[in-house]
């Protein structure tokens, strides 16, 4: 059933004239001709008597007619009840939210699209899931997470930086390197770096691996199982090094916990970014957030730079 097709029989039928009724529907005639014919193969039966004069409506046709005209509107009807619905749908957000920055950006756009009487965002979390197969079975609309672009690229998703967010080494208080107010990638090259095996680490992962090697050496790493944000306080790094985000909430807590240190990386390109992630096709429906993003981030980084001046 194409729905197009009964809008067109149903001009056709008020004019009764092929050529008038397709100018209507700025269409060619012969397009009117085959959708009328598919018509009238759908229902078994003429809808039209023609002859070289003339174009009146069959006994089926009149049928149809009264029927297309209620199918039409009942169609139109549920299109418009659906698209408000989807248009009130919470957005549904999940991803990288213990980041500092990015949940100030995210509590901020929350603020300016409630003034905006816009849909609530709505966040989600759902542990262990891979946070592209939510977006890929439409259980999320947007995920803030960190990717290379071409991974995300070959994904066939809109991504848009969000923040950046620097390096930090963490490590025991009785690593050689633990009284260092600062260091280098270059300076961790013979180090062992830790790496969790999970599904929110991963992508952080291949971004450390992307800095070393263009920093010419290859990391030497030891697999743990587990999240890096939960597992670490109370898994003892064993003289590696745990490359976290700056940003972090839960440094503090793993400082105390653990008995750790965290020590900034000063190379510039030492840094995760973190992303807005969607699908091509919701990008309409998730303008006023995108907008709103852009707008806290702003408004927080100048906020920020303020305070540093």
């Not at 995920?143 to 490590?171: C, I, W």
């Not at 919701?282 to 920020?304: G, T, V, Y």
């Amino acid at each position: 059933m194409n729905i197009d097709f009964y809008r067109e029989f149903i001009v056709l039928a008020r004019c009764l004239n092929y050529t008038e009724a397709a100018e209507k529907l700025h269409m060619t005639q012969p397009a009117l001709s085959k959708h009328i014919v598919a018509l009238e193969r759908e229902f078994d039966a003429e809808l039209f008597i023609r002859d070289r004069r003339t174009v009146q409506l069959s006994e089926a046709g009149r049928i149809l007619f009264g029927c297309a005209m209620e199918m039409v509107d009942a169609y139109d009807r549920a299109q418009a009840a659906i698209a408000t619905v989807v248009k009130e749908r919470p957005i549904r957000v999940d991803g990288i939210l213990y980041d500092n920055t990015v949940s100030s950006i995210i509590s901020l756009s929350t603020v300016l699209l409630n003034d905006q009487h816009h849909v609530p965002i709505l966040f989600e979390h759902h542990q262990d899931r891979p946070l592209f197969d939510q977006l890929d079975r439409d259980e999320v609309d947007m995920v803030f997470a960190y990717d290379e672009a071409h991974a995300l690229e070959e994904r066939g998703l809109v991504f848009r930086p969000l923040v950046q967010t620097p390096f930090v080494a963490v490590v025991d208080r009785d690593h050689p390197l633990a009284d260092r107010s600062e260091i280098s990638i270059d300076e961790l090259a013979d180090e062992t770096f830790i790496q969790f095996i999970d599904e929110y680490s991963v992508s952080g992962w291949r971004r450390i691996e992307q800095i070393c090697h263009e920093h010419g050496f290859e990391p030497k790493k030891r697999p743990k199982l587990g999240r890096a944000v939960t597992s670490y306080a109370t898994t003892s790094p064993d003289g590696g090094v745990l490359i976290l985000q700056k940003n972090l909430r839960q440094l503090k807590f793993l400082e105390d916990v653990n008995q750790t240190v965290s020590i900034p990386i000063s190379d510039e390109d030492a840094h995760f970014i973190i992303y807005c992630i969607y699908k091509q096709e919701n990008e309409e429906r998730l303008k006023p957030l995108i907008e709103a993003l852009d707008e806290s981030r702003e408004i927080i980084m100048r906020h920020r730079r303020d305070e540093k001046a």
